[in-house]
């Protein structure tokens, strides 16, 4: 029996004999994907749509599920599936639309859309599927816009070509090239006063709803219309078929030209950008557009190769058709064919034509109906230019791989590899063509000499060799005309243009990463702000806010021509020497959490990484001693410890750093630090050990101070708290001695802490809000945020949850107003605990996810784990036995690597709780008796166990013997058992009970 899905409108399943609609539901939702995808889908991508809201685990349990009921869903098509993918192989109105637009059948594409994309199939609760389905949406109704306008523009029937555009209008009542196509088969078929009343109506939406003006060919379409001129014929749309292979987006700019040219009345437009940003097609295409609007005539004028004003009336007499008269000069009789027409010059590569301004005042002056536009890689800085800048085209994020065509950068990319590799599969190499767009950042020429070398390398080969450099860009391409053969012809061009003092300070700028501020390049490149500025009117410097920056490509050009040697050497050092000092400066602000110091080292954090590593090449610490500990702090803020680890392990490759003792033990401590964070406890506490032992001399004190707070916390979280008692008092009695308060407060936070875990839960709150005291008084705002949040557990094992909530509230608003990372994933993860305690399963499912993306996101996987122990009860509570299931193993798989106990224990004790949920309370209690009994479970977790421990059922009932399971045992049960619902585990446990 046949079967088809129509798609277009409300889905439904056609079958011989009759129709069937297609449900809204996850099933119906899943067949509308599946068939539109057209192919094999990843499992992975169909439970991220369809479930994103839910770990992942229960989102694959939820898919599994959906494709098994789907086999009850009346008339559905057969699902194919293996172990990663899944697919529905039907076909598709969508399938046989696409076919008949590729093959250029209008009528039988326009015959197929009914309708709307999957109408009806909102899911406002779902915006992965909603942002899914308004893309597929947008790019079907641009496809049949496409189509329509390529079926207008072919010999039809006047009432059909008229309702066809009413369509258009209908699904977009601002199209402008909508309603050309149906004013002019209005006229042709002798409807002018309607057509002037849907103009009218026209102009008076975008009036209201955009405040533009029609553009310039539609006004003169008008025009035609009311002077009762011969009836206008409608424009020809573009061809389909390979109608956007030499240009690609640019539709903001080309609004913005017309808008222009139009509404505005500017007579000299000039596109400025740097070389390769397609600057020239952009004009090509504008006059292509808007050439109808000017009645005395349009004309392309390249000037690529004139240098010389001149020169340039003879090439605009000659652009214009013009015969020159003789013993005139060319310049008078242009002016005398311009003078009373309205029209249109695009003087093409305007930069290179020296002494143009007069060229261009004289033009505009004699000529008043004349528009000008220009395209220039430099500024014209004439009283009438009216600049439009250009830069690269919208590239696409990590995250749109699977949606490239929406994305100019990509499509270019992807058109002009196709251009020499027929056969090219974009979605094959999806990740790496969005990493070559965004290496380029979307810079049309870049982008086309890459995409030319897919004939020979894979795109992520492509990837590697830009970032080895820009040799794959240079001159090789023969099909790229003379300026444009190369990224190095294009900047060549632009640095003859340059006088001596701007190419010596653009090439000692490209010592900067992730551009930089005014005082900077002063500081660093002794750049003036006139150089700077002409820089950036030559499009070889961007300024966005308050920073500069260089295009990647350029920079990588511009180092070329810093000098090796000294020049080289000493502009190295000066980066280097200033964001050392830049650094050391904001030390203090950093410590306490300051937002402006911190949003400073966010702009500089690619020239930090960069000073550090000039200073480990060139083997001077000069400065990294000073710039070490806010190196550290603003890393461990911003939850980005790992990049900082790898920064101050690459410091100990010179051979300076292994003959300074006091500088290693310095960095030891600092790598020590970020090695606890990331929960790597072994090498945290060796790295501490030794910096303790190098630590002499006038930088001692720090070092050897950080180096005890390492091996105090990592005793702290592997749960030797008498070993981590003595060593937070030593710290106590240290910060008493030097007189600091910002210390005292953290040690006594610190020891609060471990009280708690003893079970001194008096001595520890007091401990706790005497280190807040201390916090407030020096202004200390991460010191507040941190200590707000230990202070709400000091609650919480008093079951006083309200109060918790109130200083966990304070807490996470801190650490969000000062852009403290780490602190409000911390914050997060306590306040989803806090609200299930509260009963508000809702908000603590909301902050438990907020806290994991953090936590994934910075590797931060102590608190990730403990996480992931709150989704277990919140999935138990929600009923979902595998959910459960998938976060527990995750869990514990995390507290097995990182070796915490207390972790582990807390694991086994939710595995308790599942096989209650699983009916099975004798086993459930054996374990969570084991959990709360055992040595290393500190005091309060000890009470709150047992509490939830006396509410399985059973409670008084005799225990057998303990079955001789080991803790790290269990956990592997924990782990390697949930597929199987920890059947063998729970047999292993029945057996106690019967001996």
Known sequence: MSLRLALFGPPTIEREGGALALPFERRGQLVAYLALKGGWVPRAELAALLWPEAPSKLAYTNLRKALFRLQSLPGAPVVESNAASVRIDVPTDVAEFERARAEGRATDALALRRGELLAGFDDDGNEAWSAWLRFERDRRRAQWREMALARLAEDMDAGEAIGLAAQLLDADPLDEAALRVQLGWLARSGQSARARQAYREFVRRLDEELGLAPGVELRALHDGLVTGGAPVSPPVAPSVAGSDDSFVGRSVELRRIAEFLGRRRVRLLNLVGPGGAGKTRLARRALDELAPGFPGGAAFVALEDVDDAVEAPARIAQALGLKLRRNVAAIDDVLAHLRERSALLVLDNLEQLGGCAPLLERLLEACPALAIVATSRVRLGLPAEQVLPLEGLPCPEAEDADRLEAFDAARLFVRAAQRVEPAF???????????????????????????????????????????????????????????????????????????????????????FRGGFTAEAARAVASAALPVLGALVDKSLLRKDGARLSLHPLVLELAAQRLPDGSEREAATRAHAD?????????????????????????AEFDNVRRAWHESVASNDPAGLADSATALVRYVDMRARQKEGLAILREAFAGPRFAADPE???????????????????????????????????????????????VLASCALRQGR???????????????DSRD??????????????????????DEGLRMSLEALALFRRIGDAAGQARCLSNLSMHYVARRDYAIAATHLREALSLSERHGLVAVRC?????LAE????????EAAAGYANKALEVAEASGDRGTEAHIRLQLVTLALHRGDLAGARAELAASLTLASAMGRPLLKLLGIHFLGELLAAQREPGCARLLMTFASAHPAMPAAEREELRERLAKVPGDGVPLPAWPGLDLDELVQCGILEAPLEHAPLIARLRAAFQT
């Not at 060796?686 to 101070?705: C, I, Q, S, W």
């Not at 981590?724 to 030593?730: E, L, N, P």
């Not at 911390?826 to 306590?830: D, E, I, Q, Y």
């Not at 609200?835 to 508000?840: A, H, V």
């Open 425 to 511: 599969l974009p979605a094959a190499e999806a990740e790496a063509i969005v990493d070559i767009c965004r290496q380029v950042e979307g810079l049309p020429l870049a982008l086309e000499l890459a995409a030319a070398w897919v004939r020979l390398l894979s795109c992520e080969a492509i990837c590697a060799e830009l970032r080895s450099g820009v040799d794959l860009l240079r001159a090789r391409d023969s099909e790229q005309p003379g300026k444009h053969a190369g990224i190095d012809v294009v900047f060549d061009h632009s640095w003859r243009l340059l006088a001596p003092v701007e190419r010596n300070t653009l090439a000692r700028l490209s010592v």
């Open 578 to 602: 200033y964001f050392h000092r830049l650094l050391a400066t904001l030390q203090g602000p950093l410590a306490k959490g300051d937002r402006h110091a911190l949003q400073a080292i966010d």
């Open 663 to 709: 500088l290693r033990a310095l960095l030891l401590s600092q790598v020590a630090h970020l090695a606890y964070r990331l929960d790597r406890y072994a090498e945290a506490e060796a790295d501490a050990a030794r910096a303790v032992e190098l630590a002499g001399g006038a930088r001692a004190g720090f070092a050897k101070t950080q180096a005890l707070v």
């Open 721 to 735: 708290l008498a070993d981590a008692r003595d060593r937070y008092r030593q710290l106590l009695a240290m910060a």
């Open 740 to 761: 600091d308060p910002a210390a005292r407060a953290a040690e006594l936070d610190n020891l609060a802490l471990v009280e708690k875990a003893l079970g001194n839960f």
């Open 826 to 830: 911390m914050v997060l993860a306590n």
């Open 834 to 841: 806090v609200s299930t305690n509260l009963g508000d399963l």
